[in-house]
């Protein structure tokens, strides 16, 4: 698919087609401390179909990482639905792998053990998890290094190794935080690309979640731009730029017009401070060295 033959409209006209594999109604989520209350996520609508590559994206404290971990089953939500495949969400679940920026890889086990984890838990035989991360492995490219250990490992591999410990599982959706933010950029982009060749091959619906615009523009069919304090929906982007992406699309008008757009998004929050960061303190003088 090149620019001359990329019609944006078909492609989203296909993606709607699709069945809703993902849906958030009225989604919130309400932290708790003594008597104080803090609303990370506020009322969210959103619907994800099969097979779509989803990007969020949002200034600090708007609830993204929030948002993929209630999804992945790990923390509960306050109110609203959150269904997948027609039913709630109510845990942890191997249809919904989930990567994170740290490797989290058992540093005991060697590449094939850490891929082999998922399908074991499950029940498989030895045999048969052997074959599964055998197989998953190649896939990633690190058949010659299926018996050492993650310290032996660079960062890129060990998030390959990662990625494909998710998807031995046969998930319906992988959940990415921030999987390649550790990364040096060269390594980086080589990721991108090695993730969207997976997702083009097969059955697999990403939702990823980055602070880096480029790379939600690079990656996405949508991009889901949250708003801090409360988390909200600001926007929902369609990213009409052709695939295959290579990085030489950053170069083009239409790229750089759609980052504009994305990047106001961003930065026009720039007032909507994280509590966090509410009311730093004057750093006291601990030293008595000056400029002279």
Same mark, same amino acid.
């Given at each position: 698919?090149?620019?001359?033959?990329?019609?944006?409209?078909?492609?989203? *006209?296909?993606?709607?087609?699709?069945?809703?594999?993902?849906?958030?109604?009225?989604?919130?989520?309400?932290?708790?401390?003594?008597?104080?209350?803090?609303?990370?996520?506020?009322?969210?609508?959103?619907?994800?179909?099969?097979?779509?590559?989803?990007?969020?994206?949002?200034?600090?404290?708007?609830?993204?990482?929030?948002?993929?971990?209630?999804?992945?089953?790990?923390?509960?939500?306050?109110?609203? /639905?959150?269904?997948?495949?027609?039913?709630?969400?109510?845990?942890?679940?191997?249809?919904?792998?989930?990567?994170?920026?740290?490797?989290?890889? =058992?540093?005991?086990?060697?590449?094939?053990?850490?891929?082999? =984890?998922?399908?074991?838990?499950?029940?498989?035989?030895?045999?048969?998890?052997?074959?599964?991360?055998?197989?998953?492995?190649?896939?990633?490219?690190?058949?010659?290094?299926?018996?050492?250990?993650?310290?032996?490992?660079?960062?890129?591999? &060990? *998030?390959?190794?990662?990625?494909?410990?998710?998807?031995?599982?046969?998930? &319906?959706?992988?959940?990415?935080?921030?999987?390649?933010?550790?990364?040096?950029?060269?390594?980086?982009?080589?990721? *991108?690309?090695?993730?969207?060749?997976?997702?083009?091959?097969?059955?697999?619906?990403?939702? =990823?979640?980055?602070?880096?615009? #480029?790379?939600?523009?690079?990656?996405?069919?949508?991009?889901?731009?949250?708003?801090?304090?409360?988390?909200?929906?600001?926007?929902?982007?369609?990213?009409?730029?052709?695939?295959?992406?290579?990085? /030489?699309?950053?170069?083009?008008?239409?790229?750089?017009?759609?980052?504009?757009?994305? #990047?106001?998004?961003?930065?026009?929050? #720039?007032?909507?401070? #994280?509590?966090?960061?509410?009311?730093?303190?004057?750093?006291?003088?601990?030293?008595?060295?000056?400029?002279?």
């Amino acid at each position: 698919m090149n620019h001359s033959t990329f019609n944006a409209h078909e492609y989203f *006209q296909k993606i709607y087609a699709r069945p809703v594999l993902l849906e958030a109604k009225k989604l919130s989520q309400v932290f708790k401390h003594g008597k104080t209350e803090r609303t990370i996520l506020n009322q969210l609508d959103l619907k994800i179909h099969k097979r779509e590559f989803i990007c969020v994206i949002g200034p600090s404290g708007c609830g993204k990482s929030t948002l993929s971990r209630i999804v992945a089953g790990l923390d509960p939500y306050s109110h609203g /639905e959150l269904i997948v495949d027609g039913e709630l969400i109510k845990g942890p679940s191997p249809e919904r792998g989930m990567v994170f920026q740290g490797y989290t890889l =058992f540093p005991w086990k060697t590449v094939k053990e850490n891929v082999m =984890f998922g399908p074991l838990l499950k029940g498989a035989s030895n045999p048969s998890a052997e074959a599964a991360a055998r197989e998953w492995i190649n896939i990633i490219g690190l058949e010659k290094y299926e018996n050492q250990y993650p310290h032996q490992l660079s960062g890129g591999m &060990k *998030q390959r190794v990662a990625i494909a410990r998710a998807l031995v599982n046969e998930p &319906k959706i992988l959940l990415m935080d921030e999987p390649f933010g550790a990364l040096d950029p060269h390594t980086r982009q080589k990721m *991108q690309k090695h993730l969207m060749d997976l997702w083009q091959n097969i059955d697999i619906t990403i939702i =990823f979640v980055t602070h880096d615009m #480029d790379e939600a523009i690079l990656l996405a069919d949508r991009i889901v731009a949250l708003k801090a304090n409360p988390g909200e929906i600001k926007e929902i982007i369609e990213v009409h730029l052709p695939r295959p992406r290579t990085p /030489e699309l950053m170069l083009t008008p239409e790229f750089k017009k759609l980052r504009e757009r994305v #990047d106001d998004l961003v930065h026009a929050q #720039d007032d909507e401070v #994280d509590p966090a960061l509410e009311d730093l303190p004057k750093i006291p003088l601990m030293t008595s060295v000056n400029e002279d």
